[in-house]
């Protein structure tokens, strides 16, 4: 007889109970509005629900430049005070003097944002401005204003040109062109597309964008540095085109009295939007700047309704889509800066403390939200009609039935023994409920790559099991309990390292490989790998175990 304690009751068995009952709970409960439901909260990639895929390309460049920033002064400064006399006196580290026939002031010259100035009576008449800045942001404002995007420097090796993330699509040549009236040249090499950072912001604003409309989840994967793989389940092509490369509406406008507002302007008219930061003390804000229009169109609206003069009671407020986001009355200094001349620069405060901050990285998202961070132009794209993703689905589904049952046929030609059989199909099967139960919780969607995945993992998983089987059974009855240590030991030593193999081999796919598909296969294989090896199996090894002692028991009350 056997003394030890029943198997089910081995704490590798209660653990892997413990996990398919939580699986079956994963994949059947969800918990919303207060409410418990039950239902199929699997999510299903668009190959077994239907659906479009779009791949976009980012536009865009890094590039490194050098030029003159003393010409780049006197180039711009010549244009925006409409002064073709304008002449530079003097440069030195971070400061550039010249001097213009126009009178101007400080804060006109302040507003257009190259840097502080002061000014001073120039000799026969006119002003002469010493304008505190650097190179680099000089070059950084006159790509800006040239091109009139978005334009970001990039941490550059000392000693070497400054590098410049441009959001547009450009060419070298038309870069050279515009460079050449401040001395200035692009510095080999050339390279198209955008930095890791920007593709992931793209990212991020599409998936913020795009998950509250649409029914169900939608993903956004990388591919490289240049492309988005966006899968847009249940959503036509056409509905996906206008949902993915439309750019939302970004409006803001001006409180008149009550409740009532007045539009001021939308938000292609903000050229640049800064980082979240704290802006005056310990209050976080964001900074934003407007294009001429946007500041012409604020400071008109801002003197005909009497915000310049009483703010507190005409709030400036922004909606995205028709959803305010932000609202709040103009700063005294600028209510009061703003009666003279359009101010460009400007800082939405959010408040202080960890609140604050979450507020103005929102509001960043939200301030650039009616444009990409980058143009997005469409590389790729594909449907599948919602019946032939149902059909897909239907076929996975009797394919995965007739692969258990040939596993089962198999098993139970070579083994003969219910209480071998048995265990080893109903292990199997767990491991398929715990595979999906993961699915669910790390929000892994079923496509037809990830059940061949699951399908695979159960091939292995059985082999698994039967070396395990014939190890036990080596001699052709089960050993003394130290003998059957020791070729457990051995089983798992051998499983060990298949399923390493294993691990290895599908690691490249989820490293190295950009396509969504076999990426979703390795996932899925190397949890089910992990979910076999650590938990499933150990089980397995107990339960035959106890199955065949049992067996044993058994044959001998009946033969006594």
């Not at 003998?483 to 490249?508: D, E, G, H, N």
């Amino acid at each position: 007889m056997n003394d030890e304690a029943p198997f089910y009751k081995n704490w590798r068995v209660l653990l892997l109970v413990l996990i398919i009952l939580g699986s079956i709970a994963a994949i059947t409960v969800s918990y919303s509005n207060g409410q418990l439901r039950f239902g199929n909260n699997l999510k299903y990639g668009l190959d077994l629900d239907g659906g479009s895929w779009l791949q976009v390309q980012l536009q865009g460049a890094i590039v490194q430049v050098d030029a003159d920033p003393g010409k780049i002064v006197q180039v711009e400064f010549a244009r925006l005070l409409s002064d073709p006399s304008v002449k530079i006196e003097g440069t030195s580290a971070g400061s550039f003097t010249f001097t213009t026939s126009k009178q101007t002031t400080q804060k006109t010259i302040d507003s257009f944002g190259f840097g502080t100035s002061t000014i001073s009576s120039a000799t026969g008449g006119g002003t002469r401005v010493t304008l505190q800045t650097s190179k680099d942001f000089l070059i950084q404002k006159y790509l800006k204003d040239s091109l009139n995007a978005d334009v970001k420097q990039i941490p550059s090796s000392p000693g070497r040109p400054s590098t410049f993330e441009i959001r547009k699509a450009v060419t070298e040549d038309s870069l050279n062109a515009i460079l050449k009236p401040v001395d200035g040249k692009v510095v080999p090499p050339f390279k198209e597309g955008v930095t890791p950072e920007t593709r992931d912001e793209t990212k991020k604003r599409l998936e913020d964008k795009l998950n509250p409309i649409a029914l169900k989840q939608i993903t956004i994967t990388p591919i490289g540095d240049n492309y988005l793989l966006i899968d847009l389940p249940g959503v036509s092509i056409e509905e996906a085109r206008k949902l993915a490369l439309t750019p939302g509406k970004f409006e803001i406008r001006i409180q008149v009295q009550g409740n009532e507002t007045q539009h001021v302007l939308y938000g292609d008219q903000i050229t640049g939007v800064g980082v979240p930061q704290k802006e005056h003390g310990d209050a976080w804000g964001v900074s934003f700047e407007l294009g001429d229009d946007g500041a012409n169109a604020l400071r008109d609206a801002a003197i005909q309704y009497g915000a310049v003069t009483n703010p507190n009671a005409h709030y400036l407020s922004m909606y995205l889509d028709d959803n305010l986001v932000f609202n709040a009355p103009l700063a005294p200094d600028l209510a009061k800066n703003i009666q003279s001349v359009p101010v460009k620069n400007m800082v939405a405060t959010t408040g202080t403390g960890d609140a604050g901050q979450e507020k103005a990285k929102e509001l960043q998202l939200h301030l650039r939200a009616g444009a990409l961070p980058v143009p997005v132009k469409e590389a790729g794209s594909g449907e599948v009609p919602a019946p032939l993703g149902q059909k897909f689905k239907e076929q996975v589904a009797i394919a995965g039935l007739i692969a258990l049952i040939l596993v089962a046929i198999v098993v139970a030609l070579r083994y003969k023994q219910p209480n071998i059989v048995i265990p080893m199909l109903s292990t199997s099967f767990s491991e398929v409920i715990m595979i999906l139960g993961f699915a669910v919780v790390f929000g892994l969607q079923l496509d037809l790559a990830t059940i061949a995945g699951i399908i695979a993992v159960i091939g292995t998983g059985v082999d698994h099991l039967i070396i395990i089987t014939d190890e036990v059974l080596a001699g052709g009855a089960l050993p003394p309990d130290k003998v059957y240590r020791s070729r457990i030991s051995k089983a798992f030593a051998i499983i060990f390292a298949a399923a390493a193999t294993v691990i290895v081999a599908m690691l490249p796919l989820i490293l190295f490989m950009d396509s969504s598909a076999l990426g979703g296969f390795a996932e899925i294989t190397i949890a089910g790998v992990f979910i076999g090896v650590f938990i499933a199996r150990p089980a397995y090894a107990v339960i035959i175990q106890g199955m065949l002692v049992e067996s044993i028991d058994k044959t001998y009350i009946e033969e006594d």
